[in-house]
């Protein structure tokens, strides 16, 4: 049985002004109800420590991940 991917979604520390005009939950349970995935999570900014610190624990080799940003 193939795995579904993870969906996560940056938000830009929710600061960015490409992200103003984004309904952030609407986006989320939308991937959550209408797209194949095991489930759909949200961190606030990837490409900082603590982004690589998640990435670092939580991806795994063998898994399929779907990145928004
Ligand atoms: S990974 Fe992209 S979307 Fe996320 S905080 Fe960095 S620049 Fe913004």
């Given at each position: 049985?193939?795995?579904k991917p993870?969906?996560?979604?940056?938000?830009?520390?929710?600061q960015c002004p490409?992200?103003?005009?984004?309904?952030?939950?609407e986006?989320?349970?939308t991937?959550?109800?209408e797209m194949d995935v095991e489930y759909a999570i949200v961190h606030p900014q990837l490409c900082?420590?603590?982004?690589?610190?998640f990435i670092k624990d939580y991806?795994?080799?063998?898994g399929l991940y779907i990145?928004?940003?």
């Amino acid at each position: 049985m193939s795995k579904k991917p993870t969906f996560i979604m940056c938000i830009c520390t929710g600061q960015c002004p490409g992200f103003k005009t984004l309904d952030l939950w609407e986006l989320v349970n939308t991937v959550r109800r209408e797209m194949d995935v095991e489930y759909a999570i949200v961190h606030p900014q990837l490409c900082v420590d603590d982004g690589d610190r998640f990435i670092k624990d939580y991806i795994q080799k063998d898994g399929l991940y779907i990145i928004g940003a």
